[in-house]
């Protein structure tokens, strides 16, 4: 089975996040990198079944050079190739899901993984899109998968807890959420892969964004709170105050 | 351009959904600043009635695709729909709830229309000519205002936008599709119930989360968690919980709040023995009001806080159940 996992390279969860002097995009002074959250049950998923099926994980990626590092970290952990698709622009869902899309048709590919949100842009977009784009269907959310006959049966976190079961013909879209797995730590043989590992690098073929960000602000800022008391005595205060005050109950 | 708004509202149980409603409301405020109109699309056998109540709601005109291929949600069965439809009413703008249902189908649906998407915005708005939308971005440690080239593909964020009530006679079309459940490409087979009519934390309008300082469920903080129960059933809110406290197992995974879990932004938020990392605060500060119970005073929490008790989650829990009760009886 040829699996493709799309993977994106964001600022760390603890990242403190302020706009930059263009207004438009976050000042990078000081924050760190990462594979973004999701797209690790992503690369979870790939080696798992690759382990299980036979077959080859290649991991492809959007972004600068250095994003090399977070594929490194996802040959460490399993997988057999990395391609990167070089831009250092800021790119949407949708340039992000041409770009991709475009590669991926040059690539053989039975099952493509993605991370169902990404913990920056958070458009949870760019799988349905480049499931659209190639006409393939798309699961998104993903908390169970099983691959079978040619067959992946997902089932994907809808409201209220509930979860969707839906199979679908490969070649297909998963896009992966937490539950589905425990991302693995990179074992010594992984991480002497990764150093010797050759990523395929191409320039990325990115039509102009979809939609364009105009302005990017804080958070307006929360006005100062204050502590009710003490203990069990302060429960009806608060209470009052929630009644009265604030109107919310 | 074009001046007319496609709403697509979401139902359950037959009905539109409270999020659906709000889009609609949004979608008719949108098209009044356009001069345009707002045209309601709903999907599903059944709905004639609901359909046709729709102009008390800011819609139009009213398109109810009742098809059998949409008694059964897929994904890209609804993209098709939506795209086709956009074109269909010269849409310059097409809205849908963040819902997991909207989040999923929008996205393929504005790249099937050659678009971006504007994902789980917080506020729609014309200006100088353009529409822009506000999106949380970064988990909300940003608020991103975007524009599209051509038409705007946006989800809406439950619980943000107003429903509106209007008196308009609007017109029921149908509408019909020239595919059939045989060409669907992904199509849900089984709903998987989980607990039953439990509330969403996304959707919720009162939120009571519970953190590590609850302790665990299955041992010294058993009495914690059903106090914490207690008190969202009194308040008719959904329990949230911080990742600590998922990832201890003691919660399932659809109640965490924050920059991995679910952003939620309730007219209530109450935070109980949880310390306020930076991941969690990004989740929920969008909320109206944020009560902190914490036994430190220090807590990063309380920095976020619009109220705040300092004590022990085992009694200061019960005693608020007890002072929430008595208000709301009166
Ligand atoms: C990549 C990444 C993503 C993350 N995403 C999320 C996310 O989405 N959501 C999230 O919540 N976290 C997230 N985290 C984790 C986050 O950093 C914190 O570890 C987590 O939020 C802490 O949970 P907590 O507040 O319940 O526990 P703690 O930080 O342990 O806090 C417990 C609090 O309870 C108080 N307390 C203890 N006992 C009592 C008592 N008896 N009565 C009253 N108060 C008491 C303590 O004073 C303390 O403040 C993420 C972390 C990483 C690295």
């Known amino acids: 089975m040829e699996i493709i996992v799309c993977i994106r390279r964001a600022p760390t969860t603890d990242a403190r996040i302020k706009p930059g002097p263009d207004g438009k995009t976050y000042d990078p002074a000081g924050v760190n990198f990462d594979i973004s959250e999701y797209d690790k049950f992503a690369i979870e998923a790939g080696i798992e079944l690759k382990e299980k099926h036979g077959g080859k994980a290649t991991v492809l990626s959007l972004g600068p050079t250095v ?3 977070e594929l490194r970290t996802a040959i460490a952990m399993g997988c057999d190739a990395a391609s990167l698709l070089v831009s250092d622009a800021q790119h949407d869902a949708w340039a992000t899901a041409c770009a991709l899309a475009a590669k991926l048709k040059t690539m053989p590919h039975d099952l493509l993984l993605f991370g169902w949100n990404s913990v920056d842009n958070q458009a949870a977009a760019t799988g349905q899109m480049v499931a659209e784009l190639l006409g393939l269907p798309c699961v998104s959310v993903t908390v169970a998968l099983e ?8 089932e994907r976190l809808s409201a209220h807890g509930n979860r969707e079961r839906i199979a679908v013909k490969l070649p297909a879209v998963i896009t992966c959420q937490k539950g589905l797995n425990k991302p693995r730590q990179p074992n010594m043989k992984g991480l002497m892969n990764a150093k010797k590992t050759v990523i395929d690098e191409s320039p990325a073929n990115a039509p102009a964004n979809g939609v364009v960000t105009v302005k990017l ?3 307006p800022p929360r006005p100062a709170g204050k502590i009710v008391g003490k203990g069990p005595e302060a429960a009806k205060a608060l209470v009052g105050l929630l009644h009265n005050e604030a109107k919310v109950v | 351009m074009s001046k007319n ?3 697509y509202v979401e139902c359950a149980d037959l009905r539109p959904t409270k999020a659906g409603l709000q889009a609609l409301g949004a979608g008719q405020r949108l098209a009044r600043q356009l001069g345009g109109e707002a045209v309601a699309l709903l999907t599903g056998p059944g709905l004639e009635a609901e359909a046709a109540k729709l102009g008390a709601h800011g819609a139009n005109k009213v398109q109810l695709a009742a098809a059998e291929v949409f008694a059964t949600y897929s994904q890209d069965g609804l993209a098709r729909l939506v795209t086709q439809q956009a074109a269909a009413t010269q849409a310059a703008a097409v809205l849908a709830s963040a819902t997991p249902m909207g989040k999923d189908f929008m996205a393929r649906a504005a790249a099937a229309g050659k678009a971006g998407l504007a ?20 988990a909300g440690k940003a608020l991103a205002t975007v524009e599209a080239a051509g038409v705007l593909w946006a989800t809406l964020r439950p619980n943000v936008f107003a429903v509106e009530a209007t008196a308009i006679s609007a017109p029921v079309e149908n509408v019909n599709v020239s595919y059939g459940p045989g060409d669907l490409k992904s199509v849900v087979r089984e709903i998987v119930q989980g607990v039953k009519g439990k509330l969403d934390v996304a959707e919720a309008e009162i939120v009571v989360s519970g953190g590590r300082g609850l302790k665990d469920p299955a041992g010294e903080g058993k009495q914690n968690w059903e106090n914490l129960e207690k008190l969202a059933t009194t308040l008719g809110a959904a329990v949230g919980a911080s990742r600590a406290v998922v990832d201890a197992g003691w919660r399932p995974h659809g109640d965490q709040v924050g920059q991995t879990g679910k952003t939620v932004s309730p007219k209530l938020y109450v935070a109980c023995g949880i310390s306020g990392a930076i991941q969690h605060l990004a989740g929920m500060s969008g909320s109206k009001v944020i009560v902190a119970i914490n036994k430190d005073d220090t807590a990063p929490i309380f920095k976020v806080a619009d109220y705040g008790i300092v004590g022990m989650v085992e009694d200061v829990v019960p005693a608020l159940t007890a002072a929430f009760a008595e208000t709301l009886k009166s």
């Not at chain 1, 691959?147 to 997902?154: I, L, M, N, R, W």
């Not at chain 2, 000519?129 to 971005?137: D, E, F, S, T």
């Open chain 1, 67 to 69: 994003s090399s590092k």
């Open chain 1, 147 to 154: 691959v079978k006959d040619g067959v992946a049966h997902a």
């Open chain 1, 217 to 219: 602000d804080p958070p």
């Open chain 2, 5 to 7: 708004v496609l709403v």
């Open chain 2, 119 to 138: 994902a789980d915005c917080t506020d729609i708005k014309v200006e100088g000519g353009k529409i822009h939308a506000v999106r949380p971005v970064y």
